[in-house]
């Protein structure tokens, strides 16, 4: 499995992966309420593709990290702070 699910409340359904480029957790929601950030999402654990792209520390490009997530692998942006820019990795399994 590589993603994390943190489960379901009435804002929406909130997943994560753990990110091999800035050694952090990010997080996304899928099927939010009304008028609140939302990802479309393939339904996969085992080999996730979501959208649009993931920004963290969008403000902050010293610690920028900027992905999309296709097929289980992560494709880092060239905006991204660390050795991965421009790089696909597999999304690393989670316990």
């Not at 929406?12 to 800035?22: K, M, Q, R, S």
């Not at 939010?32 to 939302?38: I, Q, S, Y």
């Not at 339904?43 to 490009?61: A, E, I, Q, R």
């Amino acid at each position: 499995m590589k993603l994390i699910d943190y489960g379901r409340d009435d804002r929406g359904h909130d997943l994560g992966f753990e990110c091999p480029g800035c050694g952090y957790g990010h997080s996304f929601r899928v099927d939010a309420a009304a008028g609140k950030p939302n990802w479309a999402w393939n339904g996969s654990f085992t080999s996730p593709t979501f959208s649009p792209s993931l920004l963290v520390n969008k403000d902050l490009p010293s610690q920028r990290c900027h992905s999309f997530v296709r097929e289980g692998k992560i494709q880092f942006l060239d905006d991204c702070f660390h050795v991965l820019r421009g790089q696909t990795v597999e999304l690393p399994e989670v316990e």
